[in-house]
């Protein structure tokens, strides 16, 4: 059964499942339309160094940058409506091959578009990130989004850490408005 998060409590993949390298990043949410306009969710991932800014900008994966430059993450595309079972976008990631400058993996979920359509997480229902094993796709822990949210059209909502060598996964569900470009300005 998969471990549900918690907001600001850590787990280890490790203790969880030992020798666990090659994870999946899921997104979900149920489709919605607002003032005539499917609500579109997109993950990004911010690889971040020590002083918890980008490594290189190179190491922000999104819809226009599909690789890291060590080989470790890969963004295979975007779903623009929330439709169908299951995650609805991904990140593959291989931990083992995550440059040793990268400390901080923030998971990250903007509204495209979502100033211009009047879209906030107000408007998103059961949203939620998994993290995967990539071998079998079972979930080893989940986050449901479930804060109300009135203005907001970003959210850091995950994080894996390393801590000793080992990978810590925690929820943060941090909000913000400005959509992709706050969240660009702040870990640049």
Request: glycine share 10%; hydrophobic share 35%.
């Amino acid at each position: 059964m998969a471990i549900q998060l918690e907001k600001n409590k850590s787990i280890s993949i490790a203790k969880e499942q030992p020798g666990l390298n090659h994870i999946i990043a899921g997104l979900g949410w149920d489709p919605s339309t607002v003032n005539g306009h499917p609500v579109d969710l997109d993950l990004s991932l911010f690889m971040l160094a020590e002083n918890g800014k980008l490594a290189a900008d190179e190491y922000f994966i999104f819809y226009n940058n599909a690789s890291s430059p060590d080989g470790s993450t890969h963004y295979p595309g975007d779903n623009r409506g929330g439709e169908g079972d299951g995650d609805d976008e991904v990140i593959h990631l291989d931990l083992s091959k995550i440059d040793p400058k990268i400390e901080f993996l923030y998971f990250a979920v903007t509204i495209d578009q979502g100033e211009e359509r009047g879209h906030h997480f107000g408007h998103v229902q059961n949203s939620y990130i998994n993290i995967r094993d990539a071998s079998d796709h079972s979930i080893l822990c989940q986050y449901q989004l479930k804060d109300h949210f009135t203005d907001e059209d970003s959210i850091v909502i995950a994080a894996i850490s390393r801590n000793g060598g080992e990978w810590n996964v925690e929820a943060l569900g941090q909000a913000f408005s400005g959509g992709l470009n706050t969240l660009v300005e702040l870990y640049q």
